[in-house]
């Protein structure tokens, strides 16, 4: 046993080295404790993966159109596609990289605020647009920091094929107008109007894409020129069409058919 001696000695020595070494231990267990998962690296791993639970789809469309022949060619007048992907139901757009309806990329606007939206306008898919189809499209995102890439499918006011009256064609005011089209699409909004020189006239519904203007009803219409116009809406405020997504949309579609008034 070492004997208990003055500063310098070996036993002096021994007992300064066992001090640092609890010391050390003691720093290295306070260091490792701060190390929480809040921490700027493991922050940093948890947003690395961007989370589309929450984010809520919005879109809006409004458009019109004539329809220039019987086999369902359009001439587009107007048209404005906007749609945005927010963090809740009234946050600011977020980026959600490229965007894309049925293959048609949109326009990437940012405000000053820093908010995302994208915007389609009159734009007219390849060969021209087209009376009928499908009211459901392919919205696309590529993904950002905050969403994730997701394909879903969306509800859009269609433009109806008509089959009659043609385009053009002479409607005698004293007779009845019957208005064929393809069947309607479910849960999606109609109304069939004859506009002229005079008051608008409102067909009634048939069911089953068959509207009828009863006979005497265009008597008061000013002989010449007037148009068929036809409305359509389609709706959902609370849709899932992505476990990951809430979506809400609105759309409107204008169709107008020429005819004479005789």
Known sequence: MLPVTAAGSPASGLRRSCALIAAAWFLSGCAASTRTPGSAGARETVNAVPDTAGTTLELRMRRSAELSDSRGALRVFDQDVRVEYRA????LGLDAGEVTLEGRPLQRDVTHKGSVSYRLGRDE?????????SAWLTLANSGGTRVSAASV????APFPLVTQPTP???????EELAVVMLPPVADVWYRVTLVGAGDPVSAVDLGEGRWLFPRGSLENCTPGRARLLIEVEASCSNCTPDSRLRATWSSRSELELAVTLL
Not at 88 to 91: D, M, V
Not at 125 to 133: I, K, L, Q, V, W
Not at 153 to 156: E, F
């Open 153 to 156: 499918r969306v509800k859009v």
């Open 125 to 133: 898919p390849e060969g021209g647009a087209r009376a009928g189809g």
């Open 88 to 91: 809740g139901a009234n946050g």
């Open 168 to 174: 053009g064609q002479g409607v005698p005011r004293a």
